[in-house]
């Protein structure tokens, strides 16, 4: 089902023009330097502070104005990105895929496949789950942003956020894994880039692992130096543990 952040008619509305604030604003600092020149030239100490007073505060008036347009007008280019859910034969596939590659590594029989399945959308709700209690804001899952399907998205700071899932049950991460999550990365950026230049893309890796300490410490090491060193947009790694995810969220009835 398609949609949009926002179908509200205010972004047709054309923009304020911010040209008179700026005039207003240049005249107003204009008298306020001139206040405190000239009674610098009296040699009046009081309305020399006064002014310089008055002039730090509209000072840092204007910059957290500034910086609350920009905001706002990031908020704007952001409603302007379409997103859609994920077909459910996406979802599907990407599931599959994931499964049959740790089903070879685990060399279960096919009749445990579809427990493997479970598993691994346990592991992927639970790590979505807890990526939004980290980002404190509301995250989308199984959508497409610019026509790419991701495991999530989310939007902060002026950023869009494509989040990827992958279970690791051992010290390496497929290359082609990698080489398909930047591609989709570098896709959604250029789409961004010109619907909302302002706005920034990041990829997010959330790597759900089950591993040993040792295996742990080999594949930060593998994918910290080597793996993600040449990227079309900036990137995060999160490591999240599955057991230590089934503890926080997962309660005995």
């Known amino acids: 089902m398609a949609g949009s952040f926002d179908n509200s008619l205010s972004l047709f509305a054309r923009r304020p023009s911010g040209l008179a604030a700026k005039i207003l604003g240049g005249i107003t600092a ?22 310089v007073v008055a002039l730090a505060a509209f000072s840092a008036f ?3 104005t500034y910086a609350a347009g920009k905001r706002s ?7 302007s990105l379409d997103w859609e859910s994920a077909l459910p034969e996406i979802q599907r596939q ?8 740790l089903s070879k590594i685990l060399e ?24 939004q209690q980290e980002e404190h804001v509301p995250l989308m899952r199984h959508v497409s942003v610019a026509g790419v399907p991701f495991a999530g998205v989310l939007s902060k700071n002026g950023t869009v956020v494509c989040i990827e899932v992958a279970f690791l049950i051992a010290p390496e991460m497929r290359q082609d894994r990698i080489d398909s999550m930047l591609k989709k990365a570098a896709t959604v950026k250029k789409g961004v880039a010109h619907v909302a230049p302002d706005m920034s893309t990041r990829l997010m890796a959330v790597l759900i692992t089950q591993l040993t300490p040792e295996d742990d410490q080999l594949l930060r090491k593998d994918l910290k130096t080597k793996r993600f060193s040449e990227t079309p947009v900036d990137i995060e790694i999160r490591f999240l543990d599955f057991e230590s995810l089934q503890r926080v969220f997962v309660t005995d009835l």
């Open 30 to 51: 204009f008298f306020l330097i001139v206040g405190a020149l000239f009674s610098l030239t009296l040699n009046s100490l009081l309305f020399t502070i006064i002014f």
């Open 62 to 64: 204007s910059f957290l």
């Open 73 to 79: 007008a990031s908020e704007m280019q952001k409603a």
């Open 94 to 101: 990407n599931l599959n895929i994931e499964v049959l590659e």
């Open 108 to 131: 279960v029989e096919k009749d445990q496949v579809s427990d493997l399945q479970s598993a691994y959308i346990v592991a992927e709700d639970l790590a979505l789950r807890q990526i």
